[in-house]
């Protein structure tokens, strides 16, 4: 029901950093726990961070956990992904992810309803 668009992905050399930034539609994006995958060539699509329905909350894979910072604008039906101090295992396709569970966060890729068409981000070494 609601539609995600994921912007912001792009080019960047190691240790610098990016903003991603996920508009929902068609959809109160407060009603849902928001998250962040992402997909690189030859692995599992991973969980990167949650945030839950007020933002009170989040969660973060232990690999971006310091680096990575999901926040949302319930108002503006957005939520942003701000990467500091990526590392080319870091490249990928991001994408955005809404769950309408009773869930207050979702940390496995599974448990989301609905996905934007991603955006792709490469952190050259």
């Known amino acids: 029901q609601v539609q995600l668009v994921e912007s912001g992905g792009g080019l960047v050399q190691a240790g610098g950093s990016l903003r991603l930034s996920c508009v929902a539609s068609?959809?109160?994006?407060?009603?849902?726990?928001m998250g962040w995958l992402r997909q690189a060539p030859e692995k599992e699509r991973e969980l990167v961070a949650s945030?839950?329905?007020?933002?009170?909350?989040?969660y973060y894979s232990d690999s971006v956990k310091g680096r990575f910072t999901i926040s949302r604008d319930n108002a503006k039906n957005v939520v942003y992904l701000q990467m500091n101090s990526l590392k080319p295992e870091d490249t990928a396709i991001y994408y955005c992810a809404a769950d309408s569970s009773l869930r207050s966060l979702t940390i496995t890729p599974k448990g989301y309803d609905s996905w934007g068409q991603g955006t792709q981000v490469t952190v050259s070494s």
């Open positions: 068609k959809g109160t994006s407060s009603m849902y726990v």
């Open positions: 945030i839950s329905r007020s933002g009170g909350s989040t």
